[in-house]
């Protein structure tokens, strides 16, 4: 597509309740990453994918988090049994192999998670 | 220590000032580093990179300094348009962001 695509653009959701949030990358991206910011705060690294692999996953806040990539598209972040604190905005970025950390990156508009 | 820090701000500044913003990394073997700017409920979009020799971009000016592993960025004859937050980043495998410094430009 033209841009980075992120679904829902907003998603409220009852404490405990799973979530799945999804990136659609710039067509022929095949870096694309994750990062989460709270209210007020900087962006928090969570996961970036190398086509389908996630060579770091360090960024993860706890393994009711987890993230896939298929078909070095379509990524989907998953967070189990959610928290009130993982209420915030995720946004997903692309780039083209090996030009993120070079030319930078182009984020998608996130996905708002409200956990109440 | 965080990986990149930055000014906490806010800097409130009249339309037509000059104002600056400094920025230091942690990471000795970061290789690209870039100024993004986040406007309120939007996501961060690339202002400009920042080069060894520092670079200019019209009213904006970037600098980087390797050996105190330091960047900045200058903002000449500010707009109102130019309130926003600006986002240190540094890369190295991936890009680290600051928390990002405030901006205002009043009339």
């Not at chain 1, 996630?54 to 998953?78: I, N």
């Not at chain 1, 997903?92 to 998608?108: D, E, I, K, P, R």
Request: hydrophobic residues 30%; contains cysteine; proline residues 4%.
């Amino acid at each position: 597509g033209a841009g980075v695509s992120q679904s829902p653009s907003n998603k409220v959701t009852e404490k405990g309740k799973d979530v799945e949030l999804r990136c659609d990358p710039i067509s022929g991206h095949t870096a694309l990453y994750w990062y989460r910011q709270s209210l007020g705060q900087g962006l928090e690294f969570l996961i970036y994918f190398q086509g389908n692999s996630a060579p770091d996953k360090s960024g993860l806040p706890s393994d009711r988090f987890s993230a896939e990539r298929t078909g070095g598209s379509v990524s989907t972040l998953t967070i189990q049994r959610t928290q009130q604190e993982d209420s915030a905005v995720y946004l997903c970025a692309s780039s083209l192999a090996g030009t993120g950390a070079v030319y930078g990156y182009t984020f998608g508009s996130g996905t708002r998670l409200t956990v109440v | 220590r965080k990986e990149v820090e930055q000014d906490p701000g806010p800097f409130n500044v009249p339309e037509g000032a000059t104002v600056a913003f400094n920025c230091t990394y942690s990471n000795s073997a970061s290789q690209s580093f870039f100024w993004y700017r986040q406007d309120c409920r939007k996501e961060p979009k690339l202002l400009m990179s920042v080069y060894s020799s520092g670079n200019e971009d019209g009213r904006f000016t970037a600098q980087l300094n390797r050996a105190s592993q330091y960047i900045s960025l200058l903002i000449r004859d500010s707009k109102l348009s130019d309130s926003a937050t600006y986002l240190c980043v540094v890369g190295h495998n991936d890009m680290r962001f600051g928390a990002g410094t405030r901006l205002t430009v009043k009339p």
